[in-house]
């Protein structure tokens, strides 16, 4: 029945005598981040392991006399419910439906609805428990997944906690298993699950108690998680166009939409863990969308303010770069670190102790300010203050919660004996995002034994400090290019041995912030009226550039092309660039203009590079559920 099944579509292998819940279906069967999945009596593979699972079929040769023979098919069950429960083996629409202690005939291909993304304990994968009736034969499906698993194939088994998914052997077994099916509310496990097992004080205590319920609502609405992102994206400009009004009104009514955009932010998450609706696109847009918002809302503030006659770009982008130079340190350390091997440290034992203790959880969540605590301050500040006051605070809060987070990341880094891998140090050289200059002076500098391989963050330090020491400081001309000269001799030096050392993940971040600060600074020495906004625009634009860099790493399909990243100049490139247009006279005199052609250009090739590749079908489906935003 395999061989009637298009080879382009996941099928489904399901016991016709498995019982359980509804729920555990769904999340043994419909995870597209896995080749193939498997419960108790239920197995799904996708395309690229069909081959396989037919070898595993021809191979098998034997089944339990007690076993009826699964069949496979393709179907699409419908959300939140399926099929009448039955007895005997069904074909076609496949539907996981079990609950109420009846058996749920099954077999399909399924692609019922999407699945957890990657790392989300959130979709309802909670702590496994035993199951009645898992002690009696092994069925076919249960035989394939472990055949496929030799086979080398990556079957992915999910926690069901309180969930069963059992195959009976005998009446006495059923009647437990239909026991404990009764004994959990299937619907109130899989709404609980569809909160993000690990988020902000203000989310968790504020947000989610009823935001759950919206998705909810959602869902049985027929709405998907995109249309919710969408949603929050139009009220967060809506609440950006409102603060630009510069009225007391209008900063009311924009923080109060800020709030609203940030709990459909929450219930777009929620919906897609609820319903297991998960996408490229989703994946795309819940990966940009969030910083859209904010700085666009950052845009409405300085807008607003100039309004009133107080200019406050300077100060709208000082949040921006300090923001996103703290999401690269995070992004930076994380990937240097996750697949290190004899990775401990003392100060990482003294983090795991006071994780023990319930109240410095939270304690420590809020003080890196994530994004819930961040934007409710940004909306009651709004509100009831001004533009500037909002910016200050945000600064205020952002330096100090940076500078907590990197000092226990460098003390870490310091006491910790591990081994970076190859895979980690070509993330950070992908994060580094070195355009063909830097990658001209690496090539030299390859050839000589000097520098030492262990100097690395001492040059890109030295580089990025002396840049940014010649743009706030000396006179805008050849000083200034001179020190660009030298960031992109530095730069190149610092990449151009294995970024494998213990303080190694700090040379993105220091590119970043070098990169930003001397649009900043030069910006904000210029004459030329408008270049703030300008400067504004092109951080943003780059900065895109580099979130979109980081998720196509985490995505596991590496950073973009080589063409976009010289066609983008590189972060030397692009500094070099800026220094040179805000020091020769002919350019100088319009640097907001020169800032906004060269913010088009970086805007127009990386979006266009982007969604190109997000919306294709070889995108993975990356989902952002670790560590708040």
């Given at each position: 029945m395999l061989a009637a099944v298009p080879a382009s579509e996941r099928v489904a292998v399901v016991d016709p005598r498995f019982m359980g819940h509804v729920h555990a279906l769904r999340l043994a069967l419909t995870d597209p981040r896995f080749p193939a999945a498997a419960a108790p009596g239920a197995l799904t593979a996708q395309p690229e392991a069909r081959p396989a699972l037919t070898r595993a079929l021809t191979r098998s040769t034997a089944r339990p006399a007690t076993a009826a023979a699964p069949a496979a098919s393709t179907g699409t069950p419908p959300s939140g419910g399926g099929t009448p429960p039955g007895t005997g083996p069904a074909t076609g629409a496949a539907s996981p439906d079990a609950a109420e202690g009846t058996t749920a005939p099954a077999t399909g291909a399924a692609a019922p609805e999407a699945a957890p993304a990657a790392g989300a304990g959130a979709a309802g994968t909670v702590t496994a428990s035993a199951r009645p009736g898992a002690d009696g034969p092994r069925t076919l499906p249960d035989r394939l997944a472990d055949?496929?698993?030799?086979?080398?194939?990556?079957?992915?088994?999910?926690?069901?906690?309180?969930?069963?998914?059992?195959?009976?052997?005998?009446?006495?077994?059923?009647?437990?298993?239909?026991?404990?099916?009764?004994?959990?509310?299937?619907?109130?496990?899989?709404?609980?699950?569809?909160?993000?097992?690990?988020?902000?004080?203000?989310?968790?205590?504020?947000?989610?108690?009823?935001?759950?319920?919206?998705?909810?609502?959602?869902?049985?609405?027929?709405?998907?998680?995109?249309?919710?992102?969408?949603?929050?994206?139009?009220?967060?400009?809506?609440?950006a166009g409102c603060a630009a009004t510069g009225t007391r009104g209008g900063y009311v009514a924009a923080g109060l939409l800020l709030l609203l955009s940030f709990v459909l932010d929450c219930a777009d998450g929620q919906l897609a863990r609820y319903s297991l609706q998960y996408s490229t696109m989703g994946a795309w847009l819940d990966a940009t969308f969030d910083r859209a918002k904010e700085y666009a809302y950052y845009a409405g503030l300085a807008l607003g303010a100039a309004r009133g006659g107080d200019d406050v770009w300077a100060l709208a982008l000082g949040a921006m770069v300090l923001q996103t130079c703290r999401h690269v340190v995070d992004f930076s350390f994380n990937e240097a670190n996750h697949d290190a091997t004899a990775n401990t440290s003392p100060t990482a034992a003294l983090?795991?102790?006071?994780?023990?203790?319930?109240?410095?959880?939270?304690?420590?969540?809020?003080?890196?300010?994530?994004?819930?605590?961040?934007?409710?301050?940004?909306?009651?500040?709004?509100?009831?203050?001004?533009?500037?006051?909002?910016?200050?605070?945000?600064?205020?809060?952002?330096?100090?919660?940076?500078?907590?987070?990197?000092?226990?990341?460098?003390?870490?880094?310091?006491?910790?004996?591990?081994?970076?891998?190859?895979?980690?140090?070509?993330?950070?050289?992908?994060?580094?995002?070195?355009?063909?200059?830097?990658?001209?002076?690496?090539?030299?500098?390859?050839?000589?034994?000097?520098?030492?391989?262990?100097?690395?963050?001492?040059?890109?330090?030295?580089?990025?400090?002396?840049?940014?020491?010649?743009?706030?400081?000396?006179?805008?001309?050849?000083?200034?290019?001179?020190?660009?000269?030298?960031?992109?001799?530095?730069?190149?030096?610092?990449?151009?041995?294995?970024?494998?050392?213990?303080?190694?993940?700090?040379?993105?971040?220091?590119?970043?912030?070098?990169?930003?600060?001397?649009?900043?600074?030069?910006?904000?020495?210029?004459?030329?009226?408008?270049?703030?906004?300008?400067?504004?625009?092109?951080?943003?634009?780059?900065?895109?550039?580099?979130?979109?860099?980081?998720?196509?790493?985490?995505?596991?399909?590496?950073?973009?092309?080589?063409?976009?990243?010289?066609?983008?100049?590189?972060?030397?490139?692009?500094?070099?660039?800026?220094a040179v247009l805000a020091a020769v006279p002919a350019t100088a005199s319009h640097f907001a203009l020169a800032l906004t052609a060269l913010a088009v250009a970086v805007a127009l090739v990386v979006l266009v590079e982007s969604i190109r590749f997000w919306v294709s079908s070889g995108a993975p489906a990356v989902h952002d559920e670790g560590e708040p935003a």
């Amino acid at each position: 029945m395999l061989a009637a099944v298009p080879a382009s579509e996941r099928v489904a292998v399901v016991d016709p005598r498995f019982m359980g819940h509804v729920h555990a279906l769904r999340l043994a069967l419909t995870d597209p981040r896995f080749p193939a999945a498997a419960a108790p009596g239920a197995l799904t593979a996708q395309p690229e392991a069909r081959p396989a699972l037919t070898r595993a079929l021809t191979r098998s040769t034997a089944r339990p006399a007690t076993a009826a023979a699964p069949a496979a098919s393709t179907g699409t069950p419908p959300s939140g419910g399926g099929t009448p429960p039955g007895t005997g083996p069904a074909t076609g629409a496949a539907s996981p439906d079990a609950a109420e202690g009846t058996t749920a005939p099954a077999t399909g291909a399924a692609a019922p609805e999407a699945a957890p993304a990657a790392g989300a304990g959130a979709a309802g994968t909670v702590t496994a428990s035993a199951r009645p009736g898992a002690d009696g034969p092994r069925t076919l499906p249960d035989r394939l997944a472990d055949a496929l698993a030799e086979a080398g194939v990556a079957v992915h088994r999910p926690e069901l906690g309180s969930l069963v998914a059992a195959v009976p052997a005998g009446p006495q077994s059923r009647k437990e298993t239909r026991d404990a099916i009764e004994a959990v509310d299937d619907e109130a496990v899989r709404l609980r699950s569809a909160v993000k097992a690990r988020d902000g004080f203000f989310t968790t205590f504020f947000i989610s108690p009823y935001s759950r319920y919206i998705a909810r609502w959602c869902a049985r609405r027929g709405l998907t998680p995109n249309q919710v992102t969408t949603a929050s994206l139009v009220t967060a400009l809506v609440a950006a166009g409102c603060a630009a009004t510069g009225t007391r009104g209008g900063y009311v009514a924009a923080g109060l939409l800020l709030l609203l955009s940030f709990v459909l932010d929450c219930a777009d998450g929620q919906l897609a863990r609820y319903s297991l609706q998960y996408s490229t696109m989703g994946a795309w847009l819940d990966a940009t969308f969030d910083r859209a918002k904010e700085y666009a809302y950052y845009a409405g503030l300085a807008l607003g303010a100039a309004r009133g006659g107080d200019d406050v770009w300077a100060l709208a982008l000082g949040a921006m770069v300090l923001q996103t130079c703290r999401h690269v340190v995070d992004f930076s350390f994380n990937e240097a670190n996750h697949d290190a091997t004899a990775n401990t440290s003392p100060t990482a034992a003294l983090s795991d102790k006071l994780d023990a203790k319930g109240w410095t959880v939270w304690l420590r969540r809020m003080i890196v300010l994530p994004i819930g605590e961040r934007w409710a301050m940004i909306a009651v500040l709004t509100a009831v203050t001004t533009p500037r006051v909002v910016f200050w605070a945000l600064l205020v809060g952002c330096a100090f919660a940076a500078c907590y987070t990197t000092a226990g990341r460098l003390l870490r880094s310091l006491t910790r004996k591990a081994r970076r891998t190859d895979r980690a140090s070509r993330a950070l050289a992908d994060l580094a995002d070195s355009g063909p200059l830097a990658e001209l002076v690496a090539m030299a500098v390859r050839r000589r034994a000097f520098p030492p391989a262990r100097a690395k963050v001492v040059i890109a330090f030295a580089g990025a400090a002396w840049l940014l020491l010649g743009v706030c400081l000396a006179p805008v001309g050849s000083a200034v290019v001179m020190g660009a000269v030298l960031y992109v001799l530095t730069s190149g030096t610092a990449v151009a041995h294995s970024l494998k050392g213990p303080l190694d993940w700090l040379v993105p971040p220091l590119f970043r912030a070098a990169e930003y600060i001397t649009v900043l600074a030069l910006a904000a020495r210029s004459d030329a009226p408008g270049a703030l906004p300008a400067a504004f625009g092109l951080v943003a634009a780059v900065a895109y550039h580099h979130y979109d860099t980081v998720y196509r790493i985490r995505g596991g399909t590496g950073a973009p092309p080589a063409w976009l990243v010289r066609t983008a100049g590189g972060h030397e490139g692009r500094t070099l660039a800026v220094a040179v247009l805000a020091a020769v006279p002919a350019t100088a005199s319009h640097f907001a203009l020169a800032l906004t052609a060269l913010a088009v250009a970086v805007a127009l090739v990386v979006l266009v590079e982007s969604i190109r590749f997000w919306v294709s079908s070889g995108a993975p489906a990356v989902h952002d559920e670790g560590e708040p935003a």
